[in-house]
């Protein structure tokens, strides 16, 4: 017979400890594609924001086509990713509404998605970035998305893996 799993412990309320706000992660970015594990891991991101008195930054990076030939094919079929990345978000800024914690939104065009998350993070300062351990890549390496094994090898900052 299978062993009941015990209660996972509530997160501690970091508001109340006197921990100095500089002292946490304050600038949180969380990256998300759509997927149900980037969706999991703004989650967090929210609540660890709401604990610190943070902000969120959710971005989404959008992978140029190769083979579009004029700048209007590219624009459209950018737009079309990025809509399909964000399906499902609105649920999530309305949790960020209620929890007070200020998100915002950002799009980076790369190639290399790890890359991309990586210099918009470096360039803009955040103190830890949040992502789902599998993207809508699903290519399972090693245990994780192949972005992710290339994130965290390059990533300057702390990176929390949900």
Same mark, same amino acid.
């Given at each position: 017979?299978? %062993?009941? =799993? &015990?209660? @996972? =412990?509530? #997160? &501690?309320?970091?508001?109340?400890?006197?921990?100095? =706000?500089?002292?946490?992660?304050?600038?949180?970015?969380?990256?998300?594609?759509?997927?149900? +594990? $980037? *969706? *999991?891991?703004? *989650?967090?991101?929210?609540?660890?924001?709401? %604990?610190?008195? !943070?902000?969120?930054?959710?971005?989404?990076? /959008?992978?140029?086509? @190769?083979?579009?030939?004029?700048?209007?094919?590219?624009?459209? #079929?950018? #737009? #079309?990713?990025?809509?399909?990345?964000?399906?499902?978000?609105? +649920?999530?800024?309305?949790?960020?509404?209620?929890?007070?914690?200020?998100?915002?939104?950002?799009?980076?065009? $790369?190639?290399?998605?790890?890359?991309?998350?990586?210099?918009?993070?470096?360039?803009? !300062?955040?103190?830890?970035?949040?992502?789902?351990?599998?993207?809508?890549? %699903?290519?399972?390496?090693?245990?994780? !998305?192949?972005?992710?094994?290339?994130?965290? *090898? %390059?990533?300057?900052?702390? /990176?929390?893996?949900?």
């Amino acid at each position: 017979m299978a %062993q009941a =799993r &015990p209660a @996972p =412990r509530a #997160a &501690p309320d970091l508001k109340s400890t006197g921990i100095e =706000r500089s002292a946490v992660f304050h600038r949180i970015i969380a990256g998300f594609d759509g997927s149900e +594990d $980037s *969706r *999991r891991a703004l *989650r967090v991101a929210l609540e660890l924001a709401d %604990q610190v008195d !943070g902000e969120v930054t959710v971005i989404s990076v /959008v992978r140029p086509l @190769p083979y579009l030939e004029t700048d209007d094919e590219s624009d459209e #079929a950018a #737009a #079309a990713e990025l809509a399909s990345a964000r399906l499902g978000l609105d +649920d999530l800024r309305s949790e960020a509404a209620r929890l007070g914690v200020t998100m915002t939104e950002a799009v980076v065009t $790369s190639t290399d998605v790890a890359a991309g998350l990586a210099n918009y993070s470096e360039e803009h !300062g955040f103190d830890l970035l949040v992502v789902g351990r599998h993207g809508r890549e %699903q290519v399972a390496h090693g245990g994780v !998305g192949r972005s992710l094994e290339k994130l965290l *090898r %390059q990533h300057p900052c702390p /990176v929390l893996v949900v």
